[in-house]
């Protein structure tokens, strides 16, 4: 009687845990069903992105997201958005891996759906919103640091600039040479383009520092890159280069904590854009008016001067 009132316990218990895990994988009423097109999950800041977009939709129970990883690959993505549209989505969200490659694809789904852009626009994209920082004030204000760094002394300067002729390594790279043309004091001796990538740009910077046995600052356009550079430069036992980078994310090896351990002189805030997205694509959905055309999100500078309180702030805004 005993092993029968096992098995009974046995087959209750495996009905029970079956029943359960069925029922948190049942979907609620969607009221609303968001694409969301990454141009890549290789870059922290990408990945900060989605997170922020997975977490913000939380608020909202009868809304889902569904997510395309285009892995740095443009025709990859055009796929992507159209499989998004046959699944019928209520609005696209995108991060496009190439703005003129993924024109076209942008523009087919505005007709249909409102369309988001995040971090890279373009002239020929139609879309309902674009959200994104000001990255020429930003090069901007990455090139007065650089100034402040060297101190009026000469100083040779290497730029380390991500994916080739995106908007945002164009924005960055003029605001960057605006202002460091204003002093005859420093020389930019060589740019490199690492595609956003910390082991490019290690592979890149240990051949440079054989060429340029003299480099004083290195800006890269995003810290993981930056970090590259200075693990390039701590192989070779190279100790008196300056290193400056974009993203300013939270967590073990962001942009804060590498200025926390002395990684970095510095870096510049980045805001993601995604729980921003969010927001707007209620609002949108919704129907409320007055919505704008374009957000632009704020920067901030991250140095070692900055107050731990300060820096927490930061943290907290970006959750």
């Not at 962001?254 to 805001?271: E, H, M, R, S």
Request: proline content about 5%.
């Amino acid at each position: 009687m005993r092993w029968l009132l096992a098995i009974c316990y046995v087959v209750l218990g495996t009905v029970l845990t079956s029943c359960s895990s069925h029922s948190q994988h049942v979907p609620g009423p969607t009221k609303f069903l968001i694409g969301m097109s990454q141009a890549n999950l290789v870059e922290p800041w990408r990945i900060e992105m989605n997170r922020e977009i997975k977490a913000e939709i939380q608020n909202y129970k009868d809304v889902k997201v569904i997510f395309a990883d285009a892995a740095q690959n443009s025709e990859k993505q055009v796929k992507d958005v159209e499989r998004l549209m046959k699944q019928g989505i209520d609005l696209l969200i995108i991060s496009p891996n190439e703005v003129k490659l993924l024109a076209p694809i942008v523009n087919k789904a505005f007709k249909s759906i409102p369309v988001i852009v995040l971090d890279r626009d373009d002239p020929d994209f139609n879309h309902t919103l674009y959200i994104g920082p000001d990255n020429e004030m930003i090069g901007k204000q990455a090139g007065d640091f650089v100034v402040d760094l060297l101190g009026g002394k000469k100083g040779n300067v290497v730029e380390v600039q991500g994916l080739s002729d995106s908007p945002p390594v164009i924005g960055r790279s003029r605001g960057f040479l605006q202002v460091i043309s204003q002093h005859p004091n420093i020389h930019l001796i060589d740019t490199i383009v690492a595609d956003w990538l910390r082991d490019k740009s290690e592979d890149q910077l240990k051949q440079r520092f054989v060429t340029y046995p003299q480099i004083d600052v290195i800006f890269a356009h995003n810290d993981d890159m930056a970090l590259g550079a200075y693990l390039a430069a701590t192989k070779l036992r190279i100790k008196h280069i300056q290193f400056v980078g974009i993203d300013g994310l939270p967590g073990a090896e962001g942009g804060i904590q590498l200025v926390n351990n002395g990684i970095l002189a510095g870096t510049f805030t980045y805001p993601t854009g995604g729980k921003d997205a969010i927001k707007y694509a209620m609002k949108i959905l919704n129907k409320e008016v007055n919505i704008p055309k374009r957000v632009t999100l704020q920067s901030s500078k991250i140095t070692p001067r900055l107050s731990i309180h300060s820096i927490s702030s930061l943290i907290n805004m970006m959750k």
